[in-house]
């Protein structure tokens, strides 16, 4: 599509088409797939709204943000597993996804980190998560909490997520002597480019399958 710019524009089929996709094992893992892409950019719009303020609430909304859309992630590998039986022989498979299942990085990613944060503190709230992130926690200082005014959804507990990211640096990779902020940093970035290369490769996929399957985009009439 040209000039689409500002326009409000729908990918459509016919309720014949629609119809008899309605059983279509290809087109019902794609609309999994979508539905996967609408998780995943919820959990990351919070820190993209509070991306300009330093309240306590901001600070809340981009760590757990992160947190979250990282447990999420976890689960569209699982997904995109199941994809590859349908998909594996389209182009946009193979250099997307296909690339991703297959990079040793991203498989340490989804078995460590990706794992512990979908496991331990998103998904399910382990109780053993805030001994084992205490033995070796140490901050200038300590706050349980951080609140401008009284308004409960104002307030942070920020020892608890603190705690949880902690959590996460307990095992030491091998080789390396960053300072443990420096390593929080590292694994910020790397999981943040794996998102934003899984939502590329999942866009990439439903732009070349669902035409094959009867949709098409369309500027929507004002």
Sequence with gaps: MKNIDNKLWDIECTPETFESLKSDERFLSLLTL???TNAIRFCQEPAISASQSDSP???RQITNSFLFASSVLYEGFLLVERLRKHFHNL??????????LRDNKVKKLRKSFLHWMRNKFVFHFDSDVAKVALENFKLPNYKFASCIGNA????????ADEMAMNFLLQVEP????????????????????LMINFALS?????VEALPG??????IRDK
């Design 213 to 218: 399957m009867g949709w098409s985009a369309k």
């Design 174 to 193: 091998e080789g390396s002597d960053d300072v443990p902020e420096n390593r929080l940093l590292k694994l910020t970035k790397d999981i943040t480019e």
């Design 202 to 206: 999942a866009d990439r996929l439903m």
């Design 34 to 36: 979508a539905r996967f």
């Design 57 to 59: 609430a901001a600070s």
């Design 91 to 100: 182009d946009s498979f193979k250099q997307g996804f296909g690339t991703l």
């Design 152 to 159: 409960s959804g104002e307030m942070y507990f920020n020892l």
